[in-house]
């Protein structure tokens, strides 16, 4: 493994703390990031903050700096919404991310399927998708489709493994990757101790388009790295030849910066 390769790909997550995409491009380069994940959960970031002259801007920034620049699609707009009309609203936002991300740059953007309404019971939480799991199935299909298919020609779609990343979700996913234009975004972090999930990537690694990490403390992700238990050269060996960034996913950005101080550490020794 070429560790300078590992650390010369090594991004942060923009979320919160920036005043807005210029900003973020000026944090990556002062402190020598190569990319950035830009959080479209942030107010600061939505589209319509961008008139095309600023859209025209960032791009020739990003290009000028060379930086690779991905966005996360909102997380509150879940793939698989069974009402009809919000599900309908909340694709053609993303449609809106899509647009804006490619039209500015961007290589890639993470998606989140979703979560769905719980129902606490006395001694339990039922989840509606546990219920109707064909029905949750069959939406997020539909919606995956879609979404790739409007995605092709402007960026790389990556579904993210986050939440109740389950069977079904998993079952989708392996239907929907071999058809091609679907990617996926393995969060190290997230898959920790959850052995069918890493099976699951360690099965789809061709698909992987994006790489999040942060460490886990075998209670707690989002940890520095370095203070938690993952071996990350582990999965830097895995993912060496696999054109993606390695995106810090610890918050705040100062704490970013003493991640990747660890991991020039830990890389020394390989």
Known sequence: ????????????????????????????????????????????????????QQRQEIKEEITEAGIALSFHAPEDIPLYHLHPPVRRAGLER????????????????????????CFTQTDKKIYLQHIYVDEFARLLKESLIELRDYAIGKIMPCVENVGKFNDMVRGVLEELLPQGNLYLTWDIGHSYGQQENEAFFLKNLNYIGNCHIHDHNGTQDHQVIGEGKIHFPYYFNLLK??????????????????SRNNLKEILKEY
């Open 1 to 52: 493994m070429n560790s300078e390769n590992i650390l010369n790909r090594i991004g942060y997550a923009a979320t919160l703390g920036e005043d807005s995409i210029f900003t973020a491009i000026e944090f990556a380069k002062k402190n020598g990031f190569s990319a950035i994940e830009i959080n479209l959960n942030v107010p600061a970031f939505f589209p319509e903050n961008y008139n095309q």
């Open 241 to 258: 030849d696999i054109d993606t960034s390695f995106i810090l996913e610890v918050r705040p950005v100062m704490k970013a910066l003493i």
């Open 94 to 117: 993303l449609k809106e991310c899509i647009d804006f991300a490619g039209e500015i740059g961007g290589r890639k953007i993470t998606f989140h399927c979703g979560d769905s309404v």
